[in-house]
């Protein structure tokens, strides 16, 4: 109660990373309205701002890991090489910001602890952790799909006396030049951090549980031709990402694996191989390589022939080579076997020779042989998808909160709404699109948008997502992952990661396309799914 003038808004956003900062743009500056946006973080940015660790970059390429939206700005944009690293991203988006003069909408330095909805007013408040609350119409969350880490408790861990830290807060003062590193973890960061801090670290030991398959990614720098004719057909690259499934800038096949020669197979994943890029080895080979099991192996088995061919030493070969399915998300490096060829590399495979425990000088394996270590890094991923918000108290109609709603795993209908929770609409909520994150997130933030100019106009009313709407979605949802071969391995993707989190589909797999389709189809049934009271 008793709030002051200053603390109304018409909308709130949470985060400000590339979808909180579009949020505030589009309802500011288009639909005119009263926003504010807070982050815990001192910077806006959000993935970008917190990930610094050395090797930290997009592995989507940088023509398509940007806004759309802005085509001037993108007419006077340079990039030197074909991924863009974490301080330039961050750049990029501290620039958007900037041009948008939106900076003076976003608080930084703020938790958003609780929002509770009331029925009565149909008002959002929000409270944070300096003990301000504000109020708003409409709230949206833009609290990341990987933003809350997951900092496993291995015996041990606190005693550490060097530097302890994960990737996903990297401090600004920590530098690894010349000293002893132990690495955990060797997913899409992991494997980043390989490649740079092998040629920066006096020694890296490198603590593997799972190996995942590793392709090149082909970075190199681009030309001034390339950026020219980036420039020239910018709105046919665009268009052909919407168009596409995984909206990673180049066509995807529709040749199954099986259909062509072994020998025609392999030419085709050696010339994906050779252009780099995990979703194009992926996705831009064949059709069926993330669907149909024999197709699958061919690729996991082109992949396991290049770690023998490139890793020198036979055992550590073996170690890096996986043999689950190729079903997580695909990722690349510029040299990541290559790195293991160093005389300053180790590899330790923990499920053969697990960690007994991390002690105030280093990591104690079961074998008996310590590991001395100045820095360990924990390259260990995140509470996925519902992690950010699972650490916050929102409460929906009836004092309803998010938390019992998704006792069984986070749901939505689209991943933007939720049963029960009127006005409140998520970017990149559980069941979003599985695809390259900009596109999605734009596609998303522009939908919402035009939503919220029509409850404008419609009188304000309960934006809401009927039950039924939402229990489709999730089985839509996860029928279209039963279709791959993803859920036949252990990852964030499931919650599989996180122990005790139960094991559900957190992604609609039917791409971005048919994504789009499915949000143009809704608005043309008159925001079939919602209820508008
Ligand atoms: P974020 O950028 O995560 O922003 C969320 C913000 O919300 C954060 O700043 C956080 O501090 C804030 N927040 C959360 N909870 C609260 C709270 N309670 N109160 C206040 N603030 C809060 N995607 C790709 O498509 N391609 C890639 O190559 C790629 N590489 C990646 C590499 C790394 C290392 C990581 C971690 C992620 C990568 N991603 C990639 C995914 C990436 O997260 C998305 O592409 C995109 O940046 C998500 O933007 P966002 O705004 O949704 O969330
Ligand atoms: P990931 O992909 O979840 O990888 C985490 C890594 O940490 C992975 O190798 C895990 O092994 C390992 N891990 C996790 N917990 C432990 C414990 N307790 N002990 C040892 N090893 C552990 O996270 P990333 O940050 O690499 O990438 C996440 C996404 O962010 C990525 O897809 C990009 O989009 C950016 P496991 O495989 O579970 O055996």
């Known amino acids: 109660g008793g709030h002051s003038a200053e603390a109304r808004f018409d909308a709130i956003v949470i985060g400000a990373g590339f979808g909180g900062i579009y949020a505030v743009h589009k309802l500011r500056n288009e639909l005119g309205l009263r926003v504010r946006c807070f982050d815990k973080a001192d910077g806006v940015g959000g993935t970008w701002y917190w990930n610094r660790y050395p090797g930290a970059m997009s592995d989507t390429e940088s023509l398509v890991y940007r806004y759309s939206f802005d085509r001037e700005l993108a007419q006077e944009l340079a990039w030197n090489r074909r991924y863009i690293p974490q301080r330039d991203i961050l750049g990029y988006l501290q620039a958007v910001v900037d041009r948008y003069d939106l900076g003076k909408d976003i608080q930084l330095n703020t938790t958003v602890e609780a929002a509770v909805y009331d029925e009565e007013a149909n008002l959002w408040t929000v409270t944070t952790d300096g003990g301000e609350s504000f109020?708003?119409?409409?709230?949206?969350?833009?609290?990341?799909?990987?933003?809350?880490?997951?900092?496993?408790?291995?015996?041990?861990?606190?005693?550490?006396?060097?530097?302890?830290?994960?990737t996903g807060s990297w401090p600004d003062d920590l530098s690894i030049e010349g000293k002893r590193v132990g690495l955990i973890g060797?997913?899409?960061?992991?494997?980043q951090f390989v490649c740079a801090a092998s040629k920066i670290a006096e020694h890296l030991t490198v603590f593997q549980r799972t190996p995942q398959y590793n392709v090149p990614s082909g970075n190199a720098p681009v030309s001034p031709e390339y950026l020219a004719e980036y420039r020239?057909?910018?709105?046919?690259?665009?268009?052909?990402?919407?168009?596409?499934?995984?909206?990673?800038?180049?066509?995807?096949?529709?040749?199954?694996?099986?259909?062509v020669s072994e020998e025609e197979r392999r030419r085709v994943f050696q010339e994906n191989w050779d252009k780099g890029n995990g979703f194009r080895f992926m996705f831009g080979t064949f059709s069926d390589i993330a669907t149909d099991p024999a197709a699958n192996e061919a690729a996991a088995e082109f992949i396991r022939l290049k770690i023998k061919e490139i890793v020198r030493d036979p055992e550590t070969a073996r170690k890096l080579s996986p043999t689950d399915p190729y079903a997580k998300?695909?990722?690349?490096?510029?040299?990541?076997?290559?790195?293991?060829?160093?005389?300053?590399?180790?590899?330790?495979?923990?499920?053969?020779?697990?960690?007994r425990e991390i002690t105030p000088t280093g990591v104690i394996t079961e074998d008996g042989v310590e590991h001395p270590l100045d820095v360990l890094v924990f390259?260990?991923?995140?509470?996925?998808?519902?992690g950010s918000y699972k650490r916050?108290?929102?409460?929906?109609?009836?004092?309803?909160?998010?938390?019992?709603?998704?006792?069984?795993?986070?749901?939505?209908?689209?991943?933007?709404?939720?049963?029960?929770?009127?006005?409140?609409f998520?970017?990149?909520?559980?069941?979003?699109?599985?695809?390259?994150?900009?596109?999605?997130?734009?596609?998303?933030v522009e939908w919402l948008t035009e939503l919220i100019d029509a409850a404008e106009a419609a009188g304000r009313p309960a934006v809401e997502a009927v039950r039924a709407?939402?229990?489709?979605?999730?089985?839509?949802?996860?029928?279209?992952?039963?279709?791959?071969?993803?859920?036949?391995?252990?990852?964030w993707i499931f919650g599989a990661n996180i122990p005790g989190k139960k094991n559900r589909a957190m992604f609609y797999f039917g791409g971005l396309a048919s994504y789009r389709e499915k949000l143009d189809a809704v608005v043309t049934g008159g925001y079939e799914g919602f209820t508008m009271q």
């Open 135 to 166: 109020t708003a119409r409409y709230l949206l969350s833009a609290l990341g799909p990987l933003s809350a880490a997951n900092f496993p408790d291995i015996k041990g861990r606190d005693t550490f006396q060097g530097r302890l830290v994960h």
């Open 426 to 444: 998520m970017i990149l909520g559980p069941n979003s699109v599985f695809s390259n994150l900009p596109p999605a997130i734009e596609t998303q």
């Open 379 to 386: 390259a260990t991923g995140f509470d996925a998808v519902d």
């Open 329 to 355: 998300r695909p990722i690349c490096n510029e040299d990541y076997y290559e790195s293991f060829n160093r005389d300053n590399v180790t590899l330790v495979s923990i499920k053969e020779n697990p960690i």
């Open 232 to 259: 020239a057909n910018y709105d046919e690259i665009w268009r052909q990402v919407r168009r596409s499934r995984v909206a990673c800038g180049f066509e995807e096949s529709d040749v199954p694996a099986m259909s």
């Open 469 to 491: 709407a939402e229990e489709t979605w999730t089985v839509t949802c996860q029928q279209s992952a039963d279709f791959t071969l993803f859920p036949k391995v252990d990852s």
């Open 186 to 191: 060797t997913g899409s960061t992991g494997t």
């Open 392 to 424: 916050m108290d929102i409460r929906g109609r009836g004092g309803l909160s998010m938390n019992e709603h998704w006792s069984d795993g986070p749901t939505s209908y689209l991943g933007l709404a939720v049963t029960g929770f009127p006005n409140m």
